[in-house]
């Protein structure tokens, strides 16, 4: 008993070795167990009791692992990127509008209306509106090269239903006995 209780001092001081814990477990396993009215034992009896009804599937352990494991492998759709694409471009078009608007239509009473721009507000306008044309031309670049792909998969689906009526004919040819 006296080991009992040393083991248990261990067991709180998180040093005990898995021997000890399985000796604890069995300890207070234990049916005809004498019991100190002490609560903390009371809960490990419990936990241990406790221990003993839970009941794992066989394949808890995969399921387990696969769930952990999932990796789901997501691609974007082209017609989603375009639209990212425009719709990035049209929240810069209207925040540089909105800019513009406070700005230079400011009609605040008793207040003179006239912005002067400096030097280099001037250039940094000129470099955004530069900005703003190249993305405009990749743009339109990229809508070209998209229509480029979406006739080449309308000449695609046509030869399959070439190749489909081409299969019907055989058939019919087949049925009637003639020879192509």
Not at 65 to 90: D, E, G, L
């Amino acid at each position: 008993m006296k080991n009992i209780d040393n083991i248990i001092e261990k067991y709180y001081n998180g040093e005990t070795s898995e021997e000890e814990e399985k000796m604890l477990k069995e300890f207070f396993s234990m049916d005809s167990l004498d019991n100190k009215n002490n609560p903390i034992e009371k809960t490990l009896i419990d936990f241990y009791n406790s221990e003993k009804q839970i009941i794992l599937n066989s394949d808890f352990e995969d399921k387990l692992f696969n769930k952990i494991n999932y990796n789901k492998i997501k691609s974007i759709n082209p017609k989603k990127k375009y639209f990212i694409q425009i719709t990035s471009i049209a929240a810069i078009l209207v925040i540089v509008l909105a800019y513009y608007m406070i700005t230079y239509y400011n009609d605040i009473p008793g207040k003179n209306n006239k912005v002067t721009l400096t030097a280099n507000d001037k250039i940094t306008i000129e470099y955004t509106l530069d900005a703003l044309t190249l993305m405009s031309d990749y743009i339109n670049l990229a809508n070209e090269q998209v229509s480029k792909l979406s006739i080449i998969n309308d000449s695609f689906e046509k030869a399959q239903e070439a190749t489909k009526f081409e299969d019907y004919n055989n058939f019919i040819n087949n049925i009637l006995g003639i020879q192509s």
